[in-house]
Structures are given as C-alpha cells and as structure tokens.
C-alpha cells in the first residue's frame, strides 16, 4: 500500500499551489480520501475530505471557497488546488484513505508547503 503526495513547495502569499496523491496497493474507488496539514507545533487539522465516487465534498472553515479537493478515480489519484494561499496554511501536508467496505486507514508520508513573502 502506498500513497504518495508531490506538489508541495513554496510559494508567496496569494499564490496557488496543486497538491497530488497517487495511491497503489489498495481499491481507490471504494476509499473516502482526505487531505490533512500539520503546521509546526500543531495537531493535526483535517483540511478537505471527499466521498468514494467525487460527488460529495467538504472542506474545513479556514480553506473553504480557497481550496478544491478532486480525484481522478481512473489514475488513483486524489488532488489538492490551494488558491490565494496564505501564511497560515504553511504546514506538511498528508494524504489519507479510508476503506468504505474494509476498515483501512491509510496515510501518504506527507508534502511541505511553505508560504513566504
């Protein structure tokens, strides 16, 4: 089982950053995936969740109208858009899959973004 999140980096304030998460090893189609963030000294925030076939999302307060979570069920693949970022969603981001038929709980090994003037 794998999940791999890339597209991290830094960028200024008010730009936008795409996060990906490739899964293998597992039935994406039937998983609820997840983006969470880690910021230094912090817990960990669940930022964007989405339902097995895409059609139903939900984001956290703090992202809602800046970040869109989607996902290409053909390619594995679940995706993060971060528009008009700010200095407050600095933070290592994870990936997550949650089995719907079986209980798994998967997570990515994470994906820093760093928003710096």
């Known amino acids: 089982v794998q999940l791999v999140e890339s597209g991290g980096g830094l960028v200024q304030p008010g730009e936008s950053l795409r996060l990906s998460c490739a899964a293998s090893?597992?039935?994406?189609?039937?998983?609820?995936m997840k983006w969470y963030r880690q910021a230094p000294g912090k817990g960990r925030e669940l930022v964007a969740t989405?339902?097995?076939?895409?059609?139903?999302?939900t984001y956290a307060d703090s992202v809602k109208g800046r970040f869109t979570i989607s996902r290409d069920n053909a390619k594995n693949t679940v995706f993060l858009q971060m528009n008009s970022l700010k200095f407050e969603d600095t933070a290592v981001y994870y990936c997550?899959?949650?089995?719907?038929?079986?209980?798994?709980?998967?997570w990515g090994q994470g994906t820093q973004v760093t928003v710096s003037s």
């Open positions: 997550n899959a949650l089995g719907i038929h079986r209980p798994y709980n998967y």
């Open positions: 090893g597992f039935t994406f189609s039937s998983s609820v």
């Open positions: 989405i339902s097995s076939t895409g059609g139903s999302t």
